[in-house]
């Protein structure tokens, strides 16, 4: 998986980041990215990018933007009013968090 060969295939067949440095400086993937340079912008992309936030609740977070994207969506109702109260509930969980700290 590692091998200089398999981190080009990877990439030019799945649009996957290569995971090795010298695999996105390799000559051959310079010429991929000539003819497809669609896959060349997230690597360009790399140097403005940071690692997420950390926090226990994300999982609970994540449910509440869903259940506020299924109650827009099927329930028909308020993005406006939906949203507030999916950040509110969200606002919730990160100060839980804060108090632990």
Known sequence: M???PSPLSW???TGYLPIRK???E???LQSFHRTHPNY???IDQLPYSRPPDFTPYLPQIDQVVRYAIE???INKGDPRQVLD???EKANDLLKKEEEKE
Request: glycine share 0%.
């Open 2 to 4: 590692v091998s200089p």
């Open 11 to 13: 990439h030019e067949q």
């Open 22 to 24: 010298t695999a996105i």
């Open 26 to 28: 390799s000559f051959e």
């Open 40 to 42: 060349k912008v997230p």
């Open 71 to 73: 109650s827009i969506m």
């Open 85 to 87: 109260l999916a950040a």
